[in-house]
């Protein structure tokens, strides 16, 4: 079994600053791609940012300059840090990440419970 545990969502005044973590534990072969995501009341989930096990990040066109993902392999980790912070990026973010389990071949999408993110104009 493979769990995603999310950390550091909360309240922040526009202009602010988060940072997220997602820890993955349990029988872990590897891990591929790594990203956050982002639903908003009434919206769908959107992706915010990813990063393939290499280091190559995609970012959403909204975030880009502002929000930067990055991981450590080692501790199996995905960040997301969030500067200038808006309230547009009100929303309950998401880890999610192509894990292979350790007893298996093939990788398999996963999921955190996600954090809640609110910025206050």
């Known amino acids: 079994q493979v769990q995603l545990v999310e950390s550091g969502g909360g309240l922040v005044q526009a202009g602010g600053s988060l940072r997220l973590s997602c820890a993955a534990s349990?029988?872990?072969?590897?891990?591929?791609?790594m990203g956050w995501y982002r639903q908003a009341p009434g919206k769908q989930r959107e992706l915010v940012a990813s990063?393939?096990?290499?280091?190559?990040?995609n970012y959403a066109d909204s975030v880009k300059g502002r929000f930067t993902i990055s991981r450590d392999n080692a501790k199996n980790t995905v960040y997301l840090q969030m500067n200038s912070l808006k309230p547009e990026d009100t929303a309950v973010y998401y880890c999610n990440a192509e894990v292979r389990p350790y007893s298996g071949s093939s990788y398999y999408p996963r999921w955190g419970q996600g954090t809640q993110v609110t910025v206050s104009s």
């Open positions: 349990g029988s872990i072969g590897s891990i591929n791609a």
């Open positions: 990063i393939t096990r290499g280091g190559r990040t």
